[in-house]
C-alpha cells in the first residue's frame, strides 16, 4: 500500500503561482512513477503530468506546458507540481497518484494505469 496526501492548493489570481506537494508513505516510493491529475467540476478526471521513477522523466498535457513543472525527491518521499502562469481554466481539484512502472523511464497519462491515489486538494484561479 501506498499513501498519499496532497497539499498546497488554494485561491489565487489568474497569472498567479500555486506550489502542490504530494508526500508518500507506505512501500519504496522511488520505484513508482508519479502523477497528477486534476478534475473541475461536471468533467472528467483529467491527466495534467507525469515523472518517471527511475530517469526524471516528464510528460504534460498540452494545456499546462510551459506553465506547470512536475518534480520529485525521493530522499524525501514527495513529488511537487509547480504551477505558474494561471488561468481560470486551471480551476479543479488537483490529485496526485502512483503508478507501480517496470520501465525506470515509462509514465502513463491514463488514470486506469495509477495503482494509488491522494484524496485531492482544490485549486481555485480567479479571474
Known amino acids: 500500500q501506498v499513501q498519499l496526501v496532497e497539499s498546497g492548493g488554494g485561491l489565487v489570481q489568474a497569472g498567479g503561482s500555486l506550489g502542490l506537494s504530494c508526500v508518500a508513505s507506505g512501500r519504496t516510493f522511488s520505484n513508482y512513477a508519479m502523477g497528477w491529475f486534476r478534475q473541475a467540476p461536471g468533467k472528467e478526471r483529467e491527466f495534467v503530468a507525469a515523472i518517471s521513477w527511475g530517469d526524471g522523466r516528464t510528460y504534460y498535457v498540452d494545456s499546462v506546458k510551459g506553465r506547470f513543472t512536475i518534480s520529485r525527491d525521493n530522499t524525501k518521499n514527495t513529488v511537487y507540481l509547480q504551477m505558474n502562469s494561471l488561468k481560470p481554466e486551471d480551476t479543479a481539484v488537483y490529485y496526485c497518484?502512483?503508478?507501480?512502472?517496470?520501465?525506470?523511464?515509462?509514465?502513463?497519462?491514463?488514470?486506469?494505469?495509477?495503482?494509488?491515489w491522494g484524496q485531492g486538494t482544490q485549486v481555485t484561479v480567479s479571474s
Open positions: 497518484a502512483a503508478d507501480r512502472q517496470t520501465y525506470y523511464s515509462s509514465v502513463s497519462t491514463y488514470s486506469s494505469d495509477y495503482d494509488y
